[in-house]
């Protein structure tokens, strides 16, 4: 079903009519460089699943609590916690590798088909939203409505014992066929040891959707020993997991606590990353770009890293230059939407407006759901006087953020001014569609 509707050319409507009223919300920190790394780890692990690497993204949720889930068959979601108490690149491909089987095994599609008829399936579509989040590139959170409050989507986000171990099993499986130590499922598993005897409302987050049991943890043991060990750890799993979990910290943590802990980095470009994070949080920016130039300095052709030099410079308000470095990540990533996003939000800074228009506009074309590159690209519509796309663009960001009442003004304005039959227009109606039908479930 999500996989159907983000097929289509306009905003999935059906997806946006399962958007009820908010939540609890929680956010997804949206980052190039973090997804490109998560890919690297994922790939093997979601082809040996039958799962296209290319289509199954790997985002991050802002939560320092220990978690991963699935909601729909597009999406892994980890909590940044989680990523930051592992230890290993085995031990996030573990958990990528377990998430992954209750996609492959069927788990969702049997949910989705039983919540069907069901006023659950509008707490579901909150938990969907978190791939449309008002998100923006870099460090910037956005808001997913991911209710945890709901005992409806409780039930929905807990999955059965025997599922637990067909998805422990079939992970296993995964991890051995795409060259990964098995090893890394049951360290994972070794951090929830002695969680199940306390408390629920103690528990961590993740043994509450993941029933944990000794019996469980046996079962593993002996999967494990069963598959065998892979003892060589693939050198570019290892690098993108501290490259990883180095950004992932330099941005949760105190910059105090990421500058005092440098050296533990094995790896020079990650360390001068993490530094330039740290010091441009403490608004620092000449120590801040030192570093970054520094990393660049050692891998001048990675995107990312001159990506991180178009965000600071962009943060302290040095457009132009914003501009230039942006500029080169897209000569580096050209098909990179987030990195994509980053330059047009420079170049309207500049008030280069046609060309911001025309990299938002393929920066939509790879990746409708960054919230900032829809509110950026209903700027250089306005600008360009092309006011019925911008009214239809403010639409459809209102929209995947769950805010239908100020989505359907926005589009009846679009509808107004665009030609009747055009693909914008039919845009308009699916939003008026889908804000008619939030209005008939209130």
Known sequence: ????????????????????????????????????????????????????????????????????????NDAIYIHYGLINRLETAGMLQAVIAHEAAHIANGHLTRRMTNLASTRTASGLGLALAAAAAVAGAGSAAGGIAIGTQSSAQARFFKHTRAEEASADQSGIRFMKSGGIDPKGM???????????????????????????????????????????????????????????????????????WTLGRLEQSPYADVRLLREAVAEHRQSRTKQALRAIDAAIALRPDDPFLHDQRGQILMETRNFQAAAAAYGRAVQLA????????????????????????????????????????????????????????ASLVTAERYALSGRMEDAEIHAKRASGLLDTGTTSWQRAQDVLIAAERAEKRR
């Open 186 to 256: 049951l360290d994972v598993l070794s951090i929830f040891r002695g969680q199940e005897v306390l408390a629920e409302t103690r528990q961590d987050p993740y043994l509450r959707s993941h029933p944990f049991s000794r019996d469980r943890l046996r079962a593993v043991e002996g999967f494990v020993s069963a598959y065998g060990n892979i003892t060589a750890e693939n050198p570019n799993h290892a690098y993108w997991f501290e490259r990883i979990k180095g950004k992932l910290s330099a941005y949760t943590r105190a910059p105090k």
């Open 1 to 72: 079903m999500f996989h159907l509707f983000c097929r289509a050319t306009s905003i999935p409507a059906f997806l946006i009519w399962l958007m009820a009223a908010p939540l609890q919300a929680q956010g997804l920190l949206r980052d190039a460089d973090l997804e490109y790394g998560l890919k690297q780890l994922a790939a093997p692990v979601l082809s040996a699943a039958g799962l296209s690497p290319a289509r199954v993204k790997i985002l991050v949720v802002n939560e320092s609590s220990l978690n991963a889930f699935v909601v729909s």
């Open 334 to 389: 050209p098909n990179d939407a987030l990195v994509l996003s980053g330059y047009g939000q420079a170049l309207l800074a500049i008030n280069d407006i046609n060309k911001a228009r025309q990299v938002l506009e393929k920066s939509r074309s790879i990746d409708f759901r960054d919230g900032s590159m829809l509110r950026d690209l209903s700027i250089a519509y306005a600008k360009s006087n092309q006011t019925g796309m």
